[in-house]
């Protein structure tokens, strides 16, 4: 089994910055996708950010120009750089990979526990 960890969340002023990061417990093998959602209660998750396996990036169009989606899928670690914050965007950061454990392994699609952002005056 493989548990993502993200890091990085906390409380930043509106127009501040900050980075979250996430970790896999044990590298892939190959790595089709990572991502980032975000959730606020009482609502559905919400897509935020991608990267596939060859660097292509997308993004919500909420978040294009203040968000950057970087990391390594060899390494199984996946960072989303937030510029410009803004009260809209607290919500509880969860990163997804989706990829091949091992050789043999099936695609899976694995979930963190999430990091909340909270942006406040």
């Known amino acids: 089994q493989v548990q993502l960890v993200e890091s990085g969340g906390g409380l930043v002023q509106p127009g501040g910055s900050l980075r979250v990061s996430c970790t896999a417990s044990?590298?892939?093998?190959?790595?089709?996708?990572m991502a980032w959602y975000r959730q606020v209660p009482g609502k559905q998750r919400e897509f935020v950010a991608r990267?596939?396996?060859?660097?292509?990036?997308n993004y919500t169009e909420s978040v294009k120009g203040r968000f950057t989606i970087s990391g390594e899928g060899l390494e199984s670690t996946v960072e989303l750089q937030m510029d410009s914050l803004q009260p809209e965007d607290t919500a509880v950061y969860y990163c997804?990979?989706?990829?091949?454990?091992?050789?043999?392994?099936?695609?899976?699609?694995?979930w963190g526990k999430g990091t909340l952002v909270t942006v406040w005056p």
């Open positions: 997804n990979m989706d990829g091949w454990r091992s050789e043999s392994a099936g695609r899976m699609n694995y």
């Open positions: 044990r590298k892939f093998f190959s790595m089709r996708a």
């Open positions: 990267m596939d396996g060859f660097g292509n990036t």
